[in-house]
């Protein structure tokens, strides 16, 4: 599996000669968006981490972990409830990678990786990753 985009994009360039959206608008696939992308509270690297959690509770269960054909109520879902427990919806799934997986989902960024490499490391003590 590659991934090559997690389909949303914020306009953070305000100084560009060329507008396709406001700054600050953000447009794209809202299901991987962080709690605080989707408040539009500031947003650092640890929210990224957060999108990459969700791509992998969606690889590994089949679904995001939050949906709603409504934009705004996914969007108060994500900003307001805690996300759905993967070892419940995927019983198969390993207890180690169920656990990076829901840290990376923490709805509290004091809680979440700090940093790409401490998860990236966390996969790797794991035994789950495969570099092609």
């Given at each position: 599996v590659k991934l090559l985009d997690f389909g949303?994009?914020?306009c953070l360039n305000t100084n560009s000669?060329?507008?396709?959206?406001?700054?600050?608008?953000?447009?794209?696939?809202?299901?991987y968006m962080s709690p605080e992308q989707a408040r539009g509270d500031a947003v650092d690297h640890r929210s990224d981490l957060w999108s990459v959690?969700?791509?992998l509770f969606h690889a590994l269960s089949?679904?995001?972990p939050y949906d709603d054909p409504r934009t705004h109520?996914?969007?108060?879902?994500?900003?307001?409830?805690?996300?759905?427990c993967l070892g419940a919806l995927c019983p198969?799934?390993?207890?180690?990678?169920?656990?990076?997986?829901?840290?990376?989902?923490?709805t509290d960024v004091e809680q979440r990786w700090q940093s790409?490499?401490?998860?990236?490391?966390a996969l790797a003590l794991s035994g789950y990753t495969s570099y092609h």
């Open positions: 949303v994009a914020k000669s060329v507008h396709l959206t406001a700054a600050g608008t953000t447009v794209g696939t809202p299901h959690g969700a791509l089949g679904e995001p109520r996914l969007l108060v879902r994500i900003a307001t409830e805690a996300p759905p198969n799934v390993p207890i180690e990678l169920i656990k990076i997986v829901d840290k990376a989902l923490e790409a490499a401490e998860m990236a490391n």
